[in-house]
């Protein structure tokens, strides 16, 4: 009899209707392309608790060995997806960085201050599509989305070899940042919707490491055009070129088979969709809710805990900006040639990929995310005393001291999941995220203009500057996770339990943070 019922349950389960974001077990109204796209429906989070209560028809034990399963799926398949596209969303902004120095500067006639106004246009244009990204992610199917940003934004990426002046190049690189301005929280909502919460930091961190892959390849690929001759065309158009050509192919499999959430993963299974839903439920976020609750983004905005994150934002974005756009200029001017320069930035990558998937580790162990954003800026730290103070003899004792500055890479992304992991109530998360990511831009904008091009090589204003900002992204963070910990304390002593499974519904029922009591933050 029971074989007989779970049969019958898979079956009608196998024939729910096929939608782009509807999942299995619900009856809805048929939609067209456009519909489909925008998603102008409330219904996923509906579909959650209607995916979950499925689940609870099977025995426990069958289920959580069934979601090591479908753990692995996602890990093997989607993430790989996931790290392929933020490599190349990152090599697209290092394209500026590689292209300086072989002559770009020259070709375009920029002088002064011009580069790093280029170098912050990219940033300019982030700035005015972070916020509308982050509401707009809360209503469309994040998979067809960045798809379709794909495809535009190579194209975009290879017209920076047709501009032959500033200006040209101010205005390209903007509709690039404004652009790719979706992919970072689309990525912080998509691992939010597919893995635990104690999952999260450590699939965030790998699939931000390919920050270090983009490094090396970014550093071989530039040494490779430097090395080519007989070329028609500029060598540093030639790395525009490749770059916006691959990022377009890319988005072909990206349209195809990146899910938008847990509920239609074309790599599962229809019964493993309802265990991916399953999985994900304790995390007490839901799904996604595409109503807009105006009173969350009050919430949000009354919320000090919201504060010290977009003040850690800006810190963060202040390094990664110094980072990501000077490195170059740095180790050039320890007096290396341009290709030499080009190649000796490959091991910063390795040092990114290595400690983002150290304290990627280290934040699984519990209550120690904030405790490893703190430890992952000691590094950056100690390479900055060592660009002021080692003797400008010893080149390569102060290119190992630059390749720490890739160490950033690790906390930047850890505090990303901050939004994600303890922030509830969909309005209030896109509303937070969306300023997250503005404040985070903001700081890119400033960390270039630190950097002054009469003090070179060493650029002391931009070191000491850089030192004050780790130092104030510590102490956010350290006021940030305290807050936290005395908010669980505080709910702990209050004692207010339900059963495990009115608790795991809640999660779908769109409450915030605040109002959700069985709430507690990740420290």
Request: proline letters at 3%.
């Amino acid at each position: 009899m029971d074989a007989k019922m779970t049969k019958k349950n898979e079956t009608s389960i196998a024939k729910s209707p096929v939608d782009v974001e509807s999942g299995i077990g619900l009856e809805l109204p048929k939609e067209n392309a456009i519909q489909r796209l925008i998603h102008r429906r409330n219904d996923l989070n509906q579909l959650g608790k209607d995916m979950l209560q499925k689940s609870l028809q099977y025995d426990r034990a069958q289920l959580e060995a069934d979601a090591v399963k479908v753990r692995w799926k996602l890990d093997l398949l989607v993430l790989p997806m996931m790290m392929t596209t933020y490599m190349l969303s990152f090599l697209d902004k290092q394209t500026l960085n590689y292209s300086n120095a072989y002559g770009l500067q020259r070709d375009t006639n920029m002088s002064g201050d011009d580069y790093s106004w280029v170098a912050s246009a990219l940033y300019f244009g982030w700035l005015c599509g972070a916020w509308p990204w982050n509401m707009l992610l809360q209503r469309i199917a994040i998979g067809k989305l960045v798809g379709c940003m794909l495809f535009i934004w190579g194209i975009v990426c290879m017209l920076q070899a047709t501009v032959f002046n500033f200006s040209g190049f101010f205005a390209v690189r903007f509709f690039l940042g404004m652009l790719e301005a979706c992919i970072s929280p689309a990525w912080v909502l998509l691992t939010s919707m597919l893995w635990t919460r104690k999952e999260q930091t450590m699939r965030s961190s790998i699939w931000l490491c390919t920050n270090g892959v983009s490094n090396i390849l970014g550093s071989l690929l530039a040494y490779a055009s430097g090395s080519a001759e007989g070329l028609y065309i500029a060598q540093w158009k030639l790395i525009f070129l490749i770059v916006g050509a691959l990022t377009f192919v890319w988005g072909f499999v990206i349209l195809l088979f990146l899910p938008d959430g847990p509920h239609n993963a074309k790599m599962l299974t229809e019964y493993e969709r309802v265990v991916a839903v399953w999985r994900v439920s304790e995390n007490q976020i839901g799904l996604k809710d595409s109503t807009i609750r105006t009173y969350q983004i009050k919430e949000a905005l009354f919320d000090g805990k919201c504060y010290l994150l977009w003040m850690s934002a800006i810190a963060m974005g202040i390094l990664n900006g110094a980072a990501t756009n000077f490195m170059s200029a740095i180790i050039k001017g320890f007096n290396f040639d341009a290709l030499r320069a080009s190649l000796l930035q490959a091991p910063g990558g390795a040092f990114e990929i290595v400690f983002c998937l150290f304290f990627g580790r280290i934040s699984q162990i519990p209550n120690m995310v904030g405790i490893t954003i703190m430890l992952g800026c000691l590094p950056g730290i100690a390479g900055l005393i060592g660009i002021l103070t080692i003797n400008i003899e010893h080149r390569y004792a102060l290119v190992a001291m630059c390749w720490l500055q890739s160490v950033i890479g690790s906390p930047i992304i850890l505090n990303w999941t901050l939004p994600g992991l303890n922030i509830a109530g969909h309005t209030k998360r896109s509303a937070s995220m969306g300023i997250y990511f503005v404040c985070f831009v903001v700081g890119n904008i400033i960390g270039p203009h630190l950097f002054l091009s009469n003090e070179a090589p060493r650029y002391p204003t931009a070191i000491k500057g850089l030192l004050g900002t780790y130092c104030a992204g510590i102490a956010l963070q350290g006021l940030y996770t305290l807050w936290c910990w005395v908010d669980n304390r505080t709910r702990d002593k209050l004692g207010q339990h339900a059963e495990v499974e009115e608790e795991l519904m809640e999660g779908f029922e769109d409450l915030t943070d605040k109002q959700n009591k069985h709430f507690r933050y990740r420290l």
